[in-house]
């Protein structure tokens, strides 16, 4: 589908390969991470949301908050230096569907 905020999400959230990354614009450092707080329509949001409810509450019994918390930033921070190397030239990543 289309993105519901084309402009926020491309311009401020959407993870890019490194060829359209510069390690001088300090966007990039928040998109690392930030890309998987984005999310490209409400039913994009509500099933990442659908499933942080059934699964969730378990990991943070097993693991604590801290522990379920660093584990998202590692898998976001892996999945856009994964794409950053060998992603498609013209794809984008953004949401947190791969945590």
């Not at 905020?5 to 966007?27: I, K």
Request: glycine residues 12%.
């Amino acid at each position: 589908g289309n993105l519901v905020f084309p402009n926020l999400v491309g311009g401020y959230f959407a993870w890019r390969p490194w060829f359209y990354s510069s390690f001088w614009d300090p966007w990039t450092y928040w998109r690392v991470w930030g890309h998987s707080l984005a999310h490209a329509d409400p039913e994009h949001l509500r099933n990442n949301m659908l499933l942080l409810c059934l699964v969730g509450p378990s990991c943070e019994r097993e693991y604590g908050s801290p522990g379920v918390l660093r584990v998202s930033l590692i898998v976001s921070v892996s999945v856009a230096l994964a794409h950053w190397i060998a992603g498609p030239p013209n794809g984008v990543v953004f949401g947190a569907s791969g945590l």
